[in-house]
Every structure is written in C-alpha cells, then in structure tokens.
C-alpha cells in the first residue's frame, strides 16, 4: 500500500470532498489577506486584521457549535433512517436567535466599538454584522450536508465560498480599491452565495421525520458553545489582546495576523477531516461500535499530529519572508514567532480532535472544563512581564498544551476501557 493509500486509509470517509473545497477556501484567505494588506494603509490593515479575528473567533465560537450538534444528531437519525427536516427547521431557528444576540449589541454599541477597534470607523462595525449574519445561515446548511453525509456538497460549498472571495477581493485590488470595508464586505457575500448555490441538496436530503426536539438542540449547546468561543478565543486572542495592550502598535497587529494565519495553514487541511470526523465518531457512538470509535480516534490523533509537524516546519523556514513579500505585512516577526505560532496551532489541532471525542462520548461538560483551565493558562501568560510579543506567543502555546493535556487525560478514562453504551 502506498503512502498516499495509508493516509487516505486513516481519515475519515468523505474528507476528500471537504479537503478540496477546504483546501480552496485556505487559499482564498491567504489571497484575501495579501490582497487586503497590499491595498490599504496600516491603519486600516490593522482595523481588517481585528474585524477578521472577532469574525473567525467570536462567529466560529457561536455558529460552528450549532453546525456540530446538527451534524451530530442528523448522522444519528441517519442511522435509524429518521427524516432530517425537522432538525434544519429547529437549527434554524437556533441559529437565528443566536444572531439576534449578536447583533443588537453591536447595534446599541457600534460608535463605541468602533472608537475601541477600528480607529472609529462605524462601516466596519456593518460589516461584522453582516459577516455574524453569513455565518450564521452557512453553518446550518452544512450541519445538515455533514449529517446526512453529503460531503461533495458540503466541500462545493467550501468551494465556491473561497473562489468567491479570491475574485472580489483580487477584483478590488486590482480596481485600487483603499477600503477597509470594501474587503471586510467580501466575508459577507461570498458565504452567502455560496449557500444559495448549494442550498439545493440540504432540502433534497431533508425529508420529513420524527420530530426534533429542543432538548436534543440545546441540552449540550451551552457547553459546546462555551467551549468553542474560548477555542476561538485562545486561537486568535494574539492580535486583540495586542491591540488592548499596546494601542498604537498597528505594524504588530498587522503582522500577527498574517503571521498566524501562515503559521495555521495545517488548520486548514485539518478542517477537511475534521467534520467527517464528528460525523464518524458520531455514526460509531451510535452504533456502539466502541472499536471502530477507538480506531478512528487514534487515527486522527496520528494524522493531526503529523500534519501540525509537516506546516510547523514550513512556517519557521519559510514564514519570516513570506510576510512582508506575500501579505504586506511590516516586517517585525521572526523565525523564533513561528516556532511558537506553529507549536501552539499543533496543540491546538490536537485538542479539536480530542474535543470530538469528548462531544460523541458525552463528554461535552468536560471539554468546557478543560478550555476553561486552558483559557486560564493563557490569560496568566499573557498578563506576565514577559515582552509583548513573547507573551502573547507563547501563551497561545501554553493555553493549547494545558487543553491537549486535559483532555486526553479524560478521554483517555471515558473510552479507553469502557463501552461507549455504558
């Protein structure tokens, strides 16, 4: 058997589907990105940079959860061949009422955040909104696609959502487009687009069934969304937490933006594995195939650990230049940066993986526990007296052992002895 046989072998079913829209939509970011930095002034890269990290952050923590638990419970009812109409109208509105509480606050609150963020400009403030707004609607249509097993539609989704933001994006760029919400806007479109070109197959698969009930929604939400927003919290907090401590240092948010989205370019092939993977281990659970979870677990674990190694490397050799040369980013980092960057996205990876495993097994209370410990870690790393720079690495790194750590302590006690029907 070949190399690429074994690695096709180990990941889940339907991760070449997802790898090959995942792997256009990681492209689009980094053409979006250098588009970005080499258009508009630092100031305003700097503005993009936190509006890009509050998006993938506080929008990931709040609508990926909802994405995952109907992914979670669509694959179960897949399995006795129940209808999953009934769980899209309920994730739905799930998803809507999320929304709602993101968006009256940054209506009530806009001048304030914009003078706190974007160097006062209010637009900026729109367009987060309406990017809250995409990825609310997008991670439904894909929690049904993932739990119904729809994979080619899910990754064409991933697809075209990338393909569209190199285009309008690049379009701007090559129009000589200087605005900040110009470039924050494309977050908005190109998801949604995206949907309405494959919001096709998400009613085709979704036939009517047993009823869904709130509790099955909801009972773990809190948890998951808990867990997922201090996820995203310590994944991103670098370039926030810069901005709040040093306010007038714009070259360094703006480089660290780039640097970690260099330095996390394994995170987007992990995202190709990753929903089939809540979807096996979900379908396994199921099924009480307590082997097969605990195979396809270890395989994960393997695959992920070896991917975070392979983009670590690249990131220290190649990532100091590529910053200012790719991004137009200032270059202020070096390769010393991306050897913490990378070592905290390795562990980081880790952690989703065992997360996974948490959430199919009933651990859901724990993996909150465990960010939290984790979220803890990195706040005393970044208020120590280390220099800026140095402390706000490395405790994306400290922040992501301290979850891998606990985590596998506890998964190790849940599913490594017992029956997943105990």
Do not use: C
Request: overall charge positive; charged content about 10%; glycine content about 12%.
């Amino acid at each position: 058997m070949s190399l690429l046989d074994r690695i096709t072998t180990a990941l889940p079913q339907g991760t070449a589907f997802v790898g090959a829209g995942t792997a256009v939509l990681g492209v689009a970011s980094y053409v979006h990105l250098a588009a970005a930095g080499h258009s508009l002034a630092v100031d305003d890269m700097a503005s993009f940079s936190v509006l890009w990290t509050v998006v993938f952050s506080i929008g990931l923590g709040l609508f990926f959860p909802v994405e995952q638990e109907i992914t979670r419970i669509v694959a179960g009812r897949a399995v006795r061949g129940d209808g999953a109409l009934p769980v899209l109208r309920r994730g739905a509105l799930l998803s809507l009422g999320l929304l709602a509480v993101v968006l009256i606050p940054l209506a009530l609150f806009a001048h304030r955040l914009a003078d706190v963020f974007f160097h006062g400009n209010t637009s900026l403030v729109l367009a987060l909104g309406g990017a809250f707004t995409a990825l609310a609607i997008a991670y439904v249509t894909r929690g049904v696609l993932a739990g119904l097993g729809r994979f080619q539609a899910y990754g064409t989704q991933l697809g075209l959502d990338g393909l569209l933001r190199v285009v309008l994006s690049g379009g701007l760029a090559v129009a000589g487009v200087h605005s900040a919400f110009a470039f924050a806007a494309v977050l908005t479109v190109a998801p949604l687009l995206a949907v309405l070109a494959t919001i096709g197959p998400v009613f085709q698969g979704s036939r009517q069934g047993p009823p869904a009930h709130w509790r099955d929604l909801i009972e773990h939400l809190g948890l998951l969304v808990g867990s997922t927003l201090l996820a995203q919290l310590l994944v991103n907090i670098a370039v926030i937490s810069t901005k709040l401590i040093s306010t007038d240092n714009d070259a360094l948010v703006a480089a660290l933006l780039s640097a970690l989205v260099l330095a996390r370019v394994p995170l987007f092939v992990f995202g190709a594995f990753q929903v089939s993977l809540l979807a096996g281990l979900s379908s396994a659970a199921a099924e009480g195939d307590t082997q097969g979870y605990r195979q396809l677990l270890l395989r994960a674990v393997s695959a992920t650990g070896g991917l975070g190694v392979a983009g670590g490397i690249g990131a220290v050799a190649l990532g100091p230049a590529l910053l200012p040369a790719v991004f137009g980013a200032p270059d202020v980092l070096n390769a010393i940066d991306f050897a913490w960057l990378s070592l905290g996205t390795t562990l980081y990876m880790l952690a989703m993986v065992l997360g996974q495993a948490l959430l199919t097994s009933g651990g859901a209370r724990m993996q909150l526990v465990a960010w939290i410990i984790g979220t803890a870690a990195l706040v005393a790393v970044t208020l120590s007296s280390l220099p800026l720079r140095t402390r706000v690495e490395v405790a994306y790194t400290a922040g992501s052992f301290v979850v891998v750590a606990f985590m596998a302590a506890v998964v190790h006690a849940r599913v490594g002895y017992r029956s997943l029907r105990t």
